[in-house]
């Protein structure tokens, strides 16, 4: 955690799983130099010589079976193992060992399963994954409710008007990406798994997000994530810039960190609901125009730009909130 050029808080936040490390040597199991194995066991001149002698010959005389007929049978072989890839219970063609269902509102079964809506005459009805992993295409103002509460991990994908119904995520890692006008217009419900959102192109996002795993959302179209925005139950990052992004309000989390950037002309109208833990708050172009409220753990940092945070900052008695650059409001 640190705080940047501006004066505001910058909180990174990291995936479950924690960061990698680096400038790890990787060396031979006995802890020798690679190299140095490698020429204690290299060939002479003479030997090398030999074996290229010996690989010519085998060359000559050698023919590999089947080149006359194409290899026909190593291709049904691969087919073959192909399809035992997928779960048995996949109903559409397997690629690469992932079922692929055209159309469909189902993919059952415990192997990993994609639904493409924009074949098949799309998705009506709600579709439900199955308890593996799974990925959901829908373009075209296609499908409405989704439900991966069952699935491992879930990836939806929602453009041009789609995805109309509630989204809902379970307890494994769930990204939603919401592209092009009006997509995403109910509600999306995170579990607790982690649960990431982006909502691209104008109005998209118009439903509340939030849940127990909510931990990043990012509004950059124009007009998106209009409704409420509730952080999880772990450290918590928004970004609005889009203009008029972020409409209404924005919940931190209670007791973790929460960074929330409020970058385009008039975001936040609202205003941000700081929780008790550690709580940055960026507010440029005339945003967070319904002010920021800290929480009672005196632990917030607000930088208003220009003419942001008419509504004001809201600082619990006892606490000495850090505001830098403050507009009007303040």
Same mark, same amino acid.
């Given at each position: ?61 050698? %023919? ?159 007009? %998106? ?52 833990? %550690? ?52």
């Amino acid at each position: 955690m640190a705080l940047s050029a501006c004066g505001y808080l910058s909180i990174d936040v990291v995936a479950d799983g924690g960061a990698n490390e680096a400038g790890t040597e990787v060396g031979t199991d006995d802890g020798t130099e690679g190299d140095g194995a490698r020429d204690a066991d290299a060939p002479t001149a003479d030997e090398a010589i030999d074996a290229s002698d010996a690989r010519t010959g085998d060359a000559e005389t050698d %023919t590999p079976p089947d080149s006359a007929d194409g290899g026909d049978g190593a291709l049904d072989a691969d087919a073959a193992l192909d399809a035992e890839a997928c779960d048995e219970g996949c109903l559409g063609r397997c690629e690469e060992g992932v079922c692929v269902v055209d159309g469909s509102t189902s993919c059952p079964g415990t192997g990993a399963c994609r639904i493409d809506c924009g074949r098949g005459g799309g998705c009506a009805g709600l579709i439900q994954c199955g308890s593996g992993p799974c990925e959901i295409d829908c373009v075209g103002g296609q499908c409405s409710s989704i439900d991966c509460g069952d699935a491992s991990s879930c990836s939806v994908s929602c453009e041009n008007g789609s995805c109309s119904g509630t989204i809902r995520c379970g307890s494994g890692e769930c990204t939603i990406r919401c592209a092009g006008n009006g997509s995403c217009s109910g509600a999306i419900e995170c579990g607790t798994g982690r649960c990431d959102v982006e909502c691209l192109g104008s109005l998209a996002c118009q439903g509340a997000i939030g849940g127990p795993g909510l931990r990043q959302v990012d509004c950059t179209g124009p007009n %998106t994530c209009a409704g409420a925005v509730r952080c999880g139950a772990d450290s918590c990052r928004v970004t609005c810039s889009g203009s008029n992004a972020c409409g209404n309000a924005i919940f931190c989390p209670e007791d973790e960190a929460c960074d929330v950037q409020c970058r385009g002309p008039s975001s936040c109208a609202s205003g941000v609901q700081g929780g008790d833990g %550690t709580t940055g708050v960026l507010c440029e172009l005339g945003s967070c125009t319904g002010g920021v409220r800290c929480g009672t753990a005196c632990n917030c940092e607000v930088d208003c730009q220009a003419t942001s945070c008419v509504g004001g900052v809201v600082c619990p008695g006892g606490c000495d909130c850090r505001v830098s650059s403050c507009g009007p409001g303040c």
